[in-house]
């Protein structure tokens, strides 16, 4: 395990020392620590905060990094548990794989294995977002002796299986586009990351689901006059730009998009951990087909029985990031049952 240095900040800038390679640092978030654990042959980055047995790991969605777990990592820290938030591979200031359109699902679970036996730690909780609930899930299914309960929030757990959702949806569907190879590349390098990132943030966290029109771009839907949700800063846009400017999308673009078909060699789909579902009321993943009967009407949990569901009525795709202090809460709640 390799430490990094002591980092001062949760935004970054881009330093160029005379002889050496440009680094990115932090400059805010002085109670966060980083290191980098070699897994499988990778450097993962992975943030740090807090001490004792209670475990969190945070899973990040798309277009996130660690950073987007700051204010939930502080807030455990403070309640006393210990709170890890890696960058994928291919993400942030990880290690991108030699072959990243051969990147899975099951690497991320290995990669998080290895994670948790390097730091030699037994059981753990583990909270995530947007895709990070396919791995978070997996995981519980392939480890359960190492996971205490699972939160998640933006999208519910499916069992492995085809998704009747991109059937129904039109061609312009972002998913679609962003799985056909070279289409979202072509759209992405029209801009630098952090016009990307941008974009993203606005579309997800709009109500209505991103689609294009046919001869039209995913980056398209966004008006370059469209102001940050207001909950998002320049100073956030300009941590998140500066570790998509290093790692770049072609990682991201195959984990989640398009290793959504994957088989994940899953015989029991049944998740026994107990679990916590948070959802926006105004996330646009509620408006893929079939999504809000499945939730509401209880089906998810024949799958995770033990699963509890907290709408927040206002909530966006982002709302770890908009609501942190009633989310923040939820979380503390749910671990103090669980420990």
């Keep these: 395990m390799q430490v990094a240095p ?30 980098y654990i070699t897994v499988q042959g990778l450097k993962l980055h992975v943030a740090d905060i807090g001490t004792g047995s209670n475990v969190v790991v945070f899973l990040h969605g798309f277009p996130e ?3 987007s777990w700051r204010h939930q990592m502080i807030a455990l820290a ?5 709170a890890i938030a890696p960058d994928y591979r291919g993400y942030g200031l990880s290690d991108s794989p030699p072959q990243p359109d051969k ?9 998080l294995l290895g994670i948790l036996d390097s730091l030699a730690i037994p059981k753990v909780f583990l909270i995530a977002k947007d895709f990070g ?11 359960p002796e190492r996971v205490l309960g699972v939160v998640t929030m933006g999208v519910s757990y499916v069992p492995p299986g085809p998704r009747a959702f991109e059937k129904l949806l039109p061609e312009g569907f972002y998913i679609s586009r962003w799985q056909e190879p070279g289409r979202a590349e072509a759209d992405f390098g029209r801009l630098d990351a952090k016009t990307v990132v941008r974009n993203v943030y606005i579309l997800f966290s709009r109500s209505e689901i991103p689609i ?3 001869n039209q771009e995913i980056m398209d839907l966004v008006d370059p006059s469209t102001p940050l949700p207001p909950w998002f800063t320049e100073e956030d846009l300009a941590a998140y730009g500066a570790l998509y400017e290093k790692s770049g999308f072609q990682t991201a673009l195959q984990v989640p998009y398009r290793a959504l078909r994957e088989d994940p060699g899953i015989t029991d789909p049944i998740v026994k951990a107990p679990a916590l579902f948070i959802m926006g009321g105004k996330d646009y993943v509620n408006k893929f087909p079939g999504m809000e009967d499945y939730i509401n009407s ?8 033990k699963l509890e569901i907290v709408f927040l009525p206002e909530g966006t795709h982002f709302v770890q990031e908009q609501s942190p202090e009633e989310v923040n809460q939820l979380i503390i709640t749910f671990l103090g049952k669980h420990i």
């Design 298 to 305: 209880g089906k998810v949990k024949q799958f995770v029985p």
């Design 6 to 35: 002591f980092w001062t900040a949760c935004s970054f800038r881009l330093v160029t020392r005379q002889g050496r390679s440009p680094k990115l640092e932090l400059m805010r978030c002085n109670e966060i620590q980083h290191k």
């Design 212 to 214: 294009a029109a046919e």
């Design 65 to 67: 990094i660690w950073y």
């Design 103 to 111: 990147t899975s699902y099951r690497d991320l679970v290995s990669d």
């Design 78 to 82: 403070r309640a006393g548990f210990r």
């Design 133 to 143: 609930p396919r791995p978070a899930y997996t995981f519980a299914l392939l480890h």
